[in-house]
């Protein structure tokens, strides 16, 4: 029987630590080739003038467009910065949603490291090999980004602190489930669903008491709705 070295641990969380580092700079790289284009010099246009005008027509904007608040005014604003700086956020947002989902899939094994590396494996691989056009349109595009990465991102980001909390929501949770609920309707859709059938699943299958911080976490996220 072989045996493994005694820092084989260690060893193992490099090996994850090194993979995360490398799909950030492999994303990063990306996003520094990447232009404005398409709709980026429509909302451009929102930061030209001075900020009145600004606030003006993103309040245009929700109420003649599609209602969308949060994601249009990072939008803007991030027009108004060097393109770098989006790139620098965006490709945050990517890697954390990786990370989230590798350890919200592996909750139940947090002690088995190969599970963690297997699945950040899968993540690095699934997102260098999707479509062009698709990324082009979703990932890579800066008004594109906050209207799909950074909702996805809300999303992961309310399911993991939602398997993190140790006992009921908190101000903390709530915060964010009114954000993920703020962001798109598809997005926001999910989050108010996620928490509702856990809700309902908690109180008819496992037969437990539902606090009532859970009832003010679903309405807070349908609130962001």
Same mark, same amino acid.
């Given at each position: 029987?072989?045996?493994?070295?005694?820092?084989?641990?260690?060893?193992?969380?490099? /090996?994850?630590? $090194?993979?995360? &580092?490398?799909?950030?700079?492999?994303?990063?790289? +990306?996003? %520094? *080739?990447?232009?404005?284009?398409?709709?980026?010099?429509?909302?451009?246009?929102?930061?030209?003038?001075?900020?009145?005008?600004?606030?003006?027509?993103?309040?245009?904007?929700?109420?003649?467009?599609?209602?969308?608040?949060?994601?249009?005014?990072?939008?803007?604003?991030?027009?108004?910065?060097?393109?770098?700086?989006?790139?620098? /956020?965006?490709? $945050?947002?990517? &890697?954390?949603?990786?990370?989230?989902?590798?350890? +919200?899939? %592996? *909750?139940?094994?947090?002690?088995?490291?190969?599970?963690?590396?297997?699945?950040?494996?899968?993540?690095?691989?699934?997102?260098?090999?999707?479509?062009?056009?698709?990324?082009?349109?979703?990932?890579?595009?800066?008004?594109?980004?906050?209207?799909?990465?950074?909702?996805?991102?809300?999303?992961?980001?309310?399911?993991?602190n939602y398997y993190k909390q140790e006992e009921k929501p908190?101000?903390?949770?709530?915060?964010?489930?009114?954000?993920?609920?703020?962001?798109?309707?598809?997005?926001?859709?999910?989050?108010?669903?996620?928490?509702?059938?856990?809700?309902?699943?908690?109180?008819?299958?496992?037969?437990?008491?539902?606090?009532?911080?859970?009832?003010?976490?679903?309405?807070?996220?349908?609130?962001?709705?």
């Amino acid at each position: 029987m072989i045996e493994l070295p005694k820092n084989s641990k260690q060893i193992k969380k490099a /090996i994850l630590l $090194l993979i995360f &580092v490398c799909l950030f700079g492999a994303i990063f790289l +990306i996003h %520094s *080739k990447a232009r404005l284009y398409g709709d980026d010099w429509f909302y451009h246009t929102f930061s030209q003038v001075d900020f009145s005008y600004y606030i003006q027509r993103n309040i245009e904007h929700y109420f003649r467009a599609n209602g969308r608040v949060i994601v249009h005014l990072l939008a803007t604003l991030f027009l108004k910065l060097p393109v770098i700086s989006w790139g620098i /956020i965006n490709t $945050l947002f990517l &890697v954390a949603m990786s990370w989230m989902m590798v350890s +919200i899939s %592996s *909750k139940h094994n947090k002690e088995n490291i190969d599970k963690y590396i297997f699945g950040a494996l899968i993540m690095a691989f699934f997102i260098s090999t999707m479509e062009g056009n698709i990324i082009s349109q979703s990932l890579y595009w800066l008004t594109g980004s906050f209207n799909y990465v950074y909702p996805l991102f809300m999303l992961i980001l309310l399911i993991f602190n939602y398997y993190k909390q140790e006992e009921k929501p908190n101000w903390k949770l709530y915060s964010i489930g009114f954000l993920a609920g703020a962001s798109v309707e598809q997005a926001g859709m999910m989050a108010f669903g996620f928490l509702l059938l856990n809700m309902l699943h908690k109180h008819f299958i496992l037969k437990e008491k539902v606090k009532k911080e859970e009832f003010i976490l679903v309405s807070i996220t349908l609130l962001g709705l």
